[in-house]
Structure formats: structure tokens, C-alpha cells
């Protein structure tokens, strides 16, 4: 069964860190592209960050780069996006998706295969 489940949400105060983990079961994510996304109550999805399956360029979203940082583990199926200097309005339900052609970009999340269930990110003091 193909899967990926997103944890390490939770509720930090502003300024704080989280790091969330996106883990694959059912396939490999070695050459797959992950893209992480965001969606806030009231808006729409947001692409994040992604990472590429074929040599591991990333991007980020101006409204995160240098405070977010997206890195693989491919021998723990896994991939991270660290989360610092949190701001509230960085408060949102966060989701891990592959792309199994390798290359997936953040603001094309039509491309992507599959899709984790998300996980909560509050920032609030």
C-alpha cells in the first residue's frame, strides 16, 4: 500500500522551531521529487519547498526561504522540512507529496502523485 504520513506538527510559539518528517511506505523515494505545501483555513494550498529526485536541488517559497529547510534521508524513506523562526502566519495544515518522475516543483502541485494526510502547525504565543 502506497503511503506517506507527515509528523512532528504541534503548536510553538512564535520564533520557535518544529521539524517535520514525511515517511514513504509501499515505495521508494529515492528518485521521487517532494514537495511540501500548506493550506490555512480560509486559503488555498500553498507550495512550500521542494526537493529533486535526480541530484537533490531545492527550492523554497519566498515567504520561507531562509527559514525553512527541506533535506532527504533515502535510506530511512524519509524526508524533512525544518521549520525556524516561526511566525503566525506560517500557521497551517502542512503536507508531504511525491512525484515519481523526479521532477516535481512546489508550485506545480497538479504533477504530484501522492499526498500524506498533513500534519498541524499552530504558531501562537
Not at 49 to 78: E, L, M, P, Q, W
Not at 85 to 90: A, G, I, S, T, Y
Not at 117 to 124: D, E, K, M, R
Amino acid at each position: 500500500q502506497v503511503q506517506l504520513v507527515e509528523s512532528g506538527g504541534g503548536l510553538v510559539q512564535p520564533g520557535g522551531s518544529l521539524r517535520l518528517s514525511c515517511v514513504a511506505s509501499g515505495f521508494t523515494l529515492d528518485y521521487c521529487a517532494i514537495g511540501w505545501f500548506r493550506q490555512a483555513p480560509g486559503r488555498e494550498r500553498e507550495g512550500v519547498s521542494c526537493i529533486s529526485g535526480s541530484d537533490g536541488t531545492t527550492h523554497y517559497a519566498d515567504s520561507v526561504k531562509g527559514r525553512f529547510t527541506i533535506s532527504r534521508n533515502n535510506a530511512k524513506n524519509t524526508v524533512y522540512l525544518q521549520l525556524n523562526n516561526l511566525k503566525p502566519e506560517d500557521t497551517a495544515v502542512y503536507y508531504c507529496a511525491a512525484d515519481v518522475s523526479g521532477f516535481g516543483y512546489y508550485r506545480t502541485p497538479g504533477t504530484y502523485d501522492y499526498w500524506g494526510q498533513g500534519t498541524q502547525v499552530t504558531v501562537s504565543s
